[in-house]
């Protein structure tokens, strides 16, 4: 059984969310917070499998708390808010979450990328450790290493990361970097892969050398 948190201050929306995943799917429980305070208090005392935040929070807002999930966690986040422009949307990626999902919306698509997300997270987990070159990557403590000492870095970053090292060695599109990081319904363009590797070469510092542009195609890792 599959726990998720929803915080959203507008009652109604709540309920019919509740409602919907209640009956259509035996394998999600939701539990709900209607403000940010209590929304964080929540995640403090319990674990979850998907959180779904609203942007507009009463006392603190969807990206402060998404800031504070990822000092700690990897769990998957999805924005449900109006603020649909692509600023908006670009900065709520930049911010830690895993999807978007703009008001008013479908409660069918919503539970689509809800089950997308858990899949995706829960299929991410690996045992063994991820070696290329002077980078480690260890998906099971969600950390990583440059010649030993470790590199913090955000969890688009790591994501991008640990698809490059599954696939070290070969050219990956920004296609397929999309697909996997933002999910198959990302309607935003390529340049978010390429503003996101520029990151991630200044976090692995020298070891981002290790990423090489492809032409044409994308990247890829090498030793």
Same mark, same amino acid.
């Given at each position: 059984?599959?726990?998720?948190?929803?915080?959203?201050?507008?009652?109604?929306?709540?309920?019919?969310?509740?409602? %919907?995943?209640?009956?259509?799917?035996?394998?999600?429980?939701?539990?709900?917070?209607?403000?940010?305070?209590?929304?964080?208090?929540?995640?403090?005392?319990?674990? %979850?499998?998907?959180?779904?935040?609203?942007?507009?929070?009463?006392?603190?807002?969807?990206?402060?708390? &998404?800031?504070?999930?990822?000092?700690?966690?990897?769990?998957?986040?999805?924005?449900?808010?109006?603020?649909?422009?692509?600023?908006?949307?670009?900065?709520?990626?930049?911010?830690? &979450?895993?999807?978007?999902?703009?008001?008013?919306?479908?409660?069918?698509?919503?539970?689509?990328?809800?089950?997308?997300?858990?899949?995706?997270?829960?299929?991410?987990?690996?045992?063994?450790?991820?070696? &290329?070159?002077?980078?480690?990557?260890?998906?099971? &403590? %969600?950390?990583? %290493?440059?010649?030993?000492?470790?590199?913090?870095?955000?969890?688009?970053?790591?994501?991008?990361?640990?698809?490059?090292?599954?696939?070290?060695?070969?050219?990956?599109?920004?296609?397929?970097?999309?697909?996997?990081?933002?999910?198959?319904?990302?309607?935003?363009?390529?340049?978010?892969?390429?503003?996101?590797?520029?990151?991630?070469?200044?976090?692995?510092?020298?070891?981002?050398?290790?990423?090489?542009?492809?032409?044409?195609?994308?990247?890829?890792?090498?030793?």
């Amino acid at each position: 059984m599959y726990r998720l948190l929803l915080v959203e201050d507008d009652e109604e929306i709540r309920e019919v969310i509740t409602d %919907y995943f209640s009956r259509a799917s035996d394998t999600m429980t939701v539990e709900t917070a209607p403000d940010g305070q209590r929304g964080l208090e929540m995640l403090y005392e319990n674990e %979850y499998d998907l959180i779904m935040l609203d942007v507009m929070l009463p006392y603190i807002d969807g990206f402060s708390i &998404c800031r504070e999930i990822r000092k700690k966690s990897s769990v998957p986040v999805l924005f449900l808010t109006a603020r649909g422009r692509e600023e908006d949307i670009l900065y709520g990626y930049e911010n830690g &979450c895993d999807d978007y999902i703009v008001k008013p919306f479908r409660i069918a698509e919503l539970m689509a990328k809800a089950n997308a997300l858990i899949r995706r997270s829960k299929g991410m987990v690996r045992s063994e450790k991820l070696v &290329c070159g002077r980078i480690e990557l260890d998906p099971l &403590c %969600y950390t990583v %290493y440059v010649s030993g000492a470790q590199a913090e870095l955000a969890p688009k970053e790591y994501a991008l990361l640990k698809y490059l090292m599954e696939h070290r060695g070969m050219a990956v599109s920004r296609e397929s970097l999309l697909k996997y990081v933002w999910g198959y319904d990302f309607d935003g363009n390529d340049r978010v892969v390429d503003n996101h590797i520029k990151k991630l070469r200044k976090q692995l510092g020298t070891a981002g050398l290790q990423i090489k542009t492809v032409f044409g195609r994308g990247y890829k890792l090498e030793e």
